[in-house]
C-alpha cells in the first residue's frame, strides 16, 4: 500500500526559501504514470492546488504561484519536492502533497497528514 | 480566472438528502472535467469520497453518490448520519496552464 509523508521546517522567515519533501514508501515513485501533487490550506480556508510532477517527465504549476515555485521529483529518494521562493505570511498553510491517477479514473490517493509551515520572523 | 462555486454551507436532518453543487465559471462541468469530491473533518486530511464524476472510494458509503446535474458536479448524501457532518470539497480539471482548481468548499452540518 503506497503512503506518502510530508516533511520540511515548519518556521520559515519571511522572504526566505520554503523547502518540503514528500516520502513515498510502499512503491518506487516513478512505477506508472502519476502525478504526484503539491495542495496546501491555509487555517480556516480552503484547499488551494500548488502544483505537480509527472513521473514520466513535465510539471505543471498554478500560475499564481508559477514564479516563486519549483517541484520535483527525486527518485534516488523516492521524494516529491517543493521549493517556494520569497514566502511572506500569505503562504502559511499546512502543506499536503498526494498522488494523482491519470485518466479515466482520476483520483488523488493517498494524502499525507499534512505539514504545517508557518512564515514568521 | 477559472472560479469553481460551491455552496458556503448546507444544513440535513439525520436520516434526509442533501446535493452538493460544484459550478465552473468557464460553463457547463462534463465528465472530461474529472470531478472529484473530497472530505474533511476538523484537524484532519482530506480523503477522497468520490472521483471521476460518480466513482465511490473503496471506503466510501454507498449514501454517497456523485454525478452531474444541470451543467455541475453534483455530490448527494443520501440517509444522512452524524458523522457526515464535514467540509467539502470539489476539484476540476481544466488542463493547460492551471490543471486543477478547487472549489471553496461547503460546510455540511446534519442537525
Known amino acids: 500500500q503506497v503512503q506518502v509523508e510530508e516533511s520540511g521546517p515548519g518556521l520559515v522567515k519571511p522572504s526566505e526559501t520554503l523547502s518540503l519533501a514528500c516520502t513515498v514508501s510502499?512503491?518506487?515513485?516513478?512505477?506508472?504514470?502519476?502525478?504526484w501533487t503539491w495542495i496546501r490550506q491555509p487555517a480556516g480556508k480552503g484547499l488551494e492546488w500548488i502544483g505537480r510532477?509527472?513521473?514520466?517527465?513535465?510539471?505543471n504549476y498554478n500560475p499564481s504561484l508559477k514564479s516563486r515555485l519549483t517541484i520535483s521529483l527525486d527518485t534516488s529518494k523516492n521524494q516529491l519536492s517543493l521549493k517556494l521562493s520569497s514566502v511572506t505570511a500569505a503562504d502559511t498553510a499546512v502543506y499536503y502533497c498526494?498522488?494523482?491517477?491519470?485518466?479515466?479514473?482520476?483520483?488523488?490517493?493517498?494524502w499525507g497528514q499534512g505539514i504545517l509551515v508557518t512564515v514568521s520572523s | 480566472q477559472t472560479v469553481v462555486t460551491q455552496e458556503p454551507s448546507l444544513t440535513v436532518s439525520p436520516g434526509g438528502t442533501v446535493t452538493l453543487t460544484c459550478a465552473s465559471s468557464?460553463?457547463?462541468?462534463?465528465?472530461?472535467?474529472?470531478p472529484n469530491w473530497f472530505q474533511q473533518k476538523p484537524g484532519q486530511a482530506p480523503r477522497t469520497l468520490i472521483y471521476?464524476?460518480?466513482y465511490r472510494h473503496s471506503w466510501t458509503p454507498a449514501r454517497f453518490s456523485g454525478s452531474l446535474l444541470g451543467g455541475k458536479a453534483a455530490l448527494t448524501l443520501s440517509d444522512a448520519q452524524p458523522e457526515d457532518e464535514a467540509d467539502y470539497y470539489c476539484?476540476?480539471?481544466?488542463?493547460?496552464?492551471?490543471?486543477?482548481?478547487f472549489g471553496g468548499g461547503t460546510k455540511l452540518t446534519v442537525l
Open positions: 498526494a498522488r494523482q491517477t491519470g485518466v479515466p479514473e482520476v483520483r488523488f490517493d493517498p
Open positions: 510502499g512503491d518506487s515513485i516513478n512505477s506508472g504514470a502519476y502525478y
Open positions: 510532477a509527472l513521473t514520466t517527465g513535465g510539471v
Open positions: 468557464t460553463g457547463a462541468v462534463t465528465s472530461g472535467y474529472y
Open positions: 471521476s464524476t460518480d
Open positions: 476539484l476540476l480539471h481544466y488542463g493547460g496552464s492551471h490543471p486543477w482548481v
